[in-house]
């Protein structure tokens, strides 16, 4: 590698900076004119949180017994509404894995008091409904149609002062949320609760500041649904509503009735196991972060050096500690993807990306030795992460993983050679066509199972199988939201660079006279239900365990929903809400 750097003019031992690739573009090839790297390694290398000293843990430890004391010991001086309260409080604000036993007792009486019928008012049901189905308990939504009236409003046939009401309508909408397919009586709900927030919020537009928790929270929760809802974030926004709500007494005490006391104890316990969790996080940033200042990819400038943009996308949702080599694992390979997306969308030529091809499916690097020096690099830069993850993953399961890893890896390459040959014929196949392809393009299979196979966790052969294609759903449907949010995201620029083949213009070729907003509609539409599948695979009993379906659930798809929430947050990650997102997650502690 040493001596392809030094045919480039192109120094190893400088200390260079991270905006620095130098890559001669002598053949005039296409080019993405992606921006550079946002994070410097000397800003990455700066950051140094205390909470990484053992005094924090061990203060942690002593938090969390005195929350331990609080609600199991006094189990009994707190009504069912309260108990559900704690449990929906520790799980949004990223604590539940502290509380697993006392959550189940709740929820196992609930789910009694469920089957009897005797569960209560709306906002009572709407709680319970939603606690009930996220932890996997199985429950018809029909119990909503009680509190529907005849022109499909909801009511709340509880206490009615305007806060309880709010609360019911709030809740009601996040249980909406996690419709199946069929749910209808869920949508309904969706499409009259989220009617009904946006005009209180619309009605507060004014106050900026000391805002109402209950308004910070309907805010954020319109802003962003469940599906690109990622934890850390979400954990992160919480926390600041869930202290303004403790400066509020009034409110939560009108409803819930728990002391300020308690709830504060709380809030202790989530901010310092935030600022911990991020401490580690800080850690293993910088260890990427020197990984990519000595790799010979830094020099390639016309594609994405986005390592840290994809650290924070895994770290949103597999934030434990112990999956530390799985985030590590999937930064590094995506790296490499997007290195690879670039040369075959738009920088190599489709003569150099057969032979390409051919090499990197047999990992062969005889067959390089004619290419360009770029393909050598990449090539070689992809070779290090494969080799790395393999044997880390064949030490942890066995050789058995060696066939996972290699089909998923064949099926990518050959799917980006189509469509690299696609762009070069300037050809648009059918829709269909372009799906099957496309879905395998999107690189959700070869990242999913990387990351799936450095997780901390036994896996058997078996499991593996039903993970993968084509046997598992969540790995279709993860796929296939990737490649539609994409496009509906990036078409427009793909197009004016020469790609033409994107679900719109496939669609719109199969469906003559269709225009670009019925195809909008089409794939929207299309997602939706993906969206409505992923729930019920995530949420119905299944011996997958549950750290992989969160991992499909929350890395695949809802980070993929975040990130391209308002843009192709990969490609224009300098987009303020990602900026910020990684500050908050990444960079600041957060204050008490
Ligand atoms: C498709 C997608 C969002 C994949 C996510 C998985 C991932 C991190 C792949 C790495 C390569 C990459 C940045 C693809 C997206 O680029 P692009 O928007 O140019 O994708 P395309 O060329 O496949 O349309």
Not at 163 to 168: A, G, I, M, R
Not at 232 to 261: A, S
Not at 291 to 318: G, M, N, P, Q, T
Request: charged share 25%; proline share 3%; hydrophobic share 35%.
């Amino acid at each position: 590698m040493a001596e392809v750097l030094k045919n480039l003019g192109i120094s190893t031992s400088s200390s260079l900076g991270v905006e620095d690739g130098c890559m001669p573009n002598a053949n005039a090839r296409r080019n993405g004119n992606h921006h550079p790297n946002l994070w410097s390694d000397d800003f990455i290398q700066s950051l140094n949180s205390q909470y990484g000293d053992a005094l924090y843990h061990e203060h942690r430890e002593i938090l969390i017994n005195e929350v331990h004391n609080i609600f199991s010991n006094k189990e009994e001086e707190f009504s069912l509404l309260q108990r559900l309260w704690f449990v929906d409080v520790v799980q949004c604000l990223g604590i539940d894995g502290y509380f697993q036993e006392k959550i189940k007792m709740t929820l196992d009486y609930t789910y009694k008091s469920w089957n009897q019928n005797i569960i209560g008012d709306l906002n009572m049901t709407a709680l319970g409904f939603r606690m009930l189905r996220l932890n996997r308990y199985d429950v018809s939504p029909d119990v909503f149609q009680k509190f529907k009236g005849e022109k499909g409003q909801f009511f709340d046939f509880g206490p009615s002062q305007e806060y309880t009401k709010l609360v019911s309508m709030l809740n009601l909408y996040r249980a909406s949320e996690l419709d199946f397919p069929e749910e209808m009586i869920l949508k309904e709900a969706r499409d009259f609760t989220s009617t009904y927030l946006q005009e209180v919020v619309k009605e507060h537009e004014e106050i900026k500041e000391n805002k109402n928790p209950l308004l910070m929270e309907i805010e954020y929760i319109l802003k962003y649904p469940s599906r690109c809802r990622i934890p850390r974030l979400e954990t992160w926004n919480f926390i600041q509503i869930f202290k303004q709500q403790n400066r509020n007494d009034w409110l939560v005490n009108d409803i819930y009735k728990i002391p300020n006391t308690y709830r504060q104890k709380l809030l202790e316990v989530a901010i310092l196991d935030f600022n911990i969790l991020q401490a580690q996080h800080q850690y293993e940033l910088k260890l990427i972060s020197t990984w990519w200042k000595h790799s010979s990819a830094i020099h390639l400038d016309f594609f994405r050096h986005r390592h840290v943009e994809f650290y924070f996308w895994w770290v949103c949702s597999l934030f434990e500690p112990e999956f530390s080599a799985s985030r590590i694992g999937f930064t590094k390979l995506a790296t490499s993807l997007s290195l690879l997306d670039d040369i075959y969308d738009t920088y190599g030529t489709i003569d150099e990306l057969k032979p390409f091809t051919k090499a990197l499916i047999r990992w062969d690097a005889s067959i390089i030795g004619n290419l360009p020096d770029y393909m050598k690099i990449a090539f070689e830069f992809s070779y290090q992460i494969h080799k790395e993850i393999t044997s880390e993953a064949e030490t942890k399961h066995g050789p058995f993983v060696h066939k996972y890893i290699q089909n998923c890896w064949e099926s990518f390459i050959l799917s980006y050679l189509q469509e690299a040959e696609w762009i070069a014929s300037n050809y648009t196949p059918k829709f269909d066509q372009y799906i099957i392809n496309g879905t395998t393009s999107s690189g959700m299979r070869v990242l999913m199972m990387h990351s799936l196979i450095l997780m901390n966790t036994p896996l058997s052969d078996k499991i593996l199988e039903e993970l993968d294609f084509p046997s598992s759903k969540f790995q279709s449907l993860v796929s296939l939201i990737t490649r539609l949010v994409d496009d509906i995201e990036d078409f427009e620029d793909e197009k004016a660079r020469g790609e033409t083949a994107s679900s719109i213009e496939c669609y719109m070729k199969d469906n003559q006279g269709s225009t670009k907003e019925d195809a909008l509609n089409y794939i929207t539409t299309r997602i939706d239900s993906c969206v409505q599948e992923l729930n019920k695979e995530f949420l119905k009993p299944s011996n997958i365990p549950t750290c992989c379906r969160k991992l499909y659930f929350n890395a695949g798809m809802r980070g993929v929903f975040f990130l391209f929430k308002d843009s192709d947050g990969i490609t224009h990650s300098h987009h303020k809400d990602i900026l910020d997102a990684i500050m908050k997650v990444l960079v600041k502690p957060i204050l008490e």
